[in-house]
């Protein structure tokens, strides 16, 4: 029998867990495994001129039901012109006008961000910044600090083999994981597209792990089955997206070669901590909210 003093334990004991769950917030978890989307999702959304597009972000993702994500460096950043058809000088200027930015943009403002985030159940697990050749070191240091006053837990990075040398130091010197994001030109010099280019980034630092993109893996003609089985412990998060093979486009979720239901059901099976984040990249019908909520059915649907 429980005594009443053991009943009054249970219960204080609950409301406990209750209180940690709920300052936890919302579960992004689908059959235990953690959903979220790569806000590079919602690049299409309008934003004012000279500012971020970090209210778009939160109202979309709300409207979408994802509570967690890998935020889109170029979203927080100010907007910048395309630069189809402008002279090199004002390409360089922009350039400049966006180094000093980083530089000098007080880490609070990147606090008031993450308190966006927080205040509408949302949370930022990565922070999707990739320096080029151009960063001067300055600007790939402060790319950590950027990302932890954000909240991030890591860094996601679309670069290549020569830029990832230069991050080792930083990396090491922030002790924190910086996820290489893989795409599918294996012909490209430095790029990060085969399993053995991966492999390379991995052997650079122990902070160095992928952030799979098992689109741009199909299309690149290698299994992304077979690279989670063998490399799981390595990965931090997947990109979803389907892709034809042999180079071949964006299409709708379902109607391509990209094997995202099973891998989908892989990680429910084995419980690995990896995160499943929508990439909306095809060509849809719909808004970028509308297409993205399609994607998310379909992850629910595989996961059921």
Known sequence: MITRRDFGRLALASLAIGRELAAAGPDPRIAGVRVGVQTYSFRELPRPPGSDAVDAI??????????????????????QPSGRGRPPEETVKARDDLRRWRMNTPLEHFRDVRKKFNAAGLSVYAYNYSPNSSFTDGEIDRGFDIARALGAEIITSSTTVEV????????ERHKMIVAMHG???????????????????????????????????????FDAMQYLREHHDSITNLHLKDRKSHQGDNVPWGTGDTPIREVLQLLKRERWPIRAYIEYEHRGAGTPVEEVKKCYAFVREALA
């Open 164 to 171: 990832a040398r230069r991050i080792v130091p930083f990396a």
């Open 58 to 79: 939160v109202k979309a993702m709300n409207d979408c039901g994802l509570v967690e994500c890998e935020l889109w460096a170029p979203q927080i950043e100010p907007q």
């Open 183 to 221: 795409h599918s030109d294996t012909s490209k010099p430095g790029e990060f597209a085969s399993p053995e280019s991966l492999r390379e980034a991995m052997l650079l630092s122990r902070y160095f792990k992928v952030n799979l993109d098992i689109g741009h893996f199909t299309a690149a003609n």
